[in-house]
């Protein structure tokens, strides 16, 4: 890159001083959303950033840790996403289905990110900090609370959160099939067919209590 290509991009991707590091974390979620995570280095990151290629190493020690703080910033924003859903909800049972909808929405948009989230927390000994201490974890947990009106044990909940988090996972990665889409027009787009297969989803525990 020549100098006056770096200089332009420092111009249009100005950091505050002392910010270096969120720069830096921005910039990788640039490359791994347009480029994909083959593409991603700290000489890429520094690039992208318009900084010096030994810039990034005041921070991070090499690729791993910079992945660690991107997913950190992941599961931060999965967690904001999660909250803005539940504000909006006026009861428990809209709670659910819009946190569930979020979710995915956070999946489909970023999914460079949410993978790199997920591939970063896989090997780790506890959950994320992000998920614990009402982070994105405890919002789904403390709204099944709420929903069950305080009935069931702990491990029962605990289940049921794990439950409701894999349902939400496992739709992510499915919603963009294509043998869905007749399914989404009859039920009047994509949104609507998110919000169809959460409520769907105590359908049989219903039938079981008839």
């Known amino acids: 890159m020549s100098e006056m290509t770096q200089t332009a991009a420092s111009e249009a991707r100005p950091y505050h001083h002392g910010d270096l ?4 974390v921005e ?16 000489r890429a990151v520094a690039r992208e950033a ?8 005041h921070h991070f020690k090499d690729k791993g ?18 909250t803005e859903a539940r504000c909006k909800a006026v009861d428990s049972k809209e709670r659910m289905t819009g946190l569930g909808v979020a979710y995915v929405r956070f999946a489909r948009e970023n999914p460079a990110l949410y993978r790199v989230m997920y591939d970063c927390s896989r090997d780790k000994d506890a959950l ?9 974890y405890c919002q789904v947990r403390n709204t099944i609370g709420e929903r069950s009106g305080g009935t ?13 988090w894999c349902a939400a996972h496992g739709l992510a990665e499915m919603a963009s099939f294509k043998q869905f889409d007749a399914l989404k ?15 769907h989803l105590g359908m049989f525990a219903k039938l079981d209590q008839a």
């Not at 027009?185 to 409520?199: D, K, S």
């Open 21 to 24: 590091s969120r720069a830096l």
């Open 27 to 42: 910039a990788a979620r640039r490359i791994l959303e347009t480029e994909g995570p083959a593409a991603l280095s700290l």
């Open 50 to 57: 318009g900084v010096s290629p030994a810039a990034p190493y």
């Open 65 to 82: 840790e910079l992945l660690d703080a991107v997913a950190h910033e992941g599961w931060a924003a999965l967690d904001t996403a999660l």
């Open 128 to 136: 994320p900090e992000q998920m614990k201490e009402e982070g994105a």
């Open 152 to 164: 069931v044990s702990p491990i029962d909940l605990e289940l049921a959160t794990i439950a409701a």
């Open 185 to 199: 027009e009859a039920l009047g787009g994509e949104e609507a067919f998110l919000r169809a297969v959460f409520e």
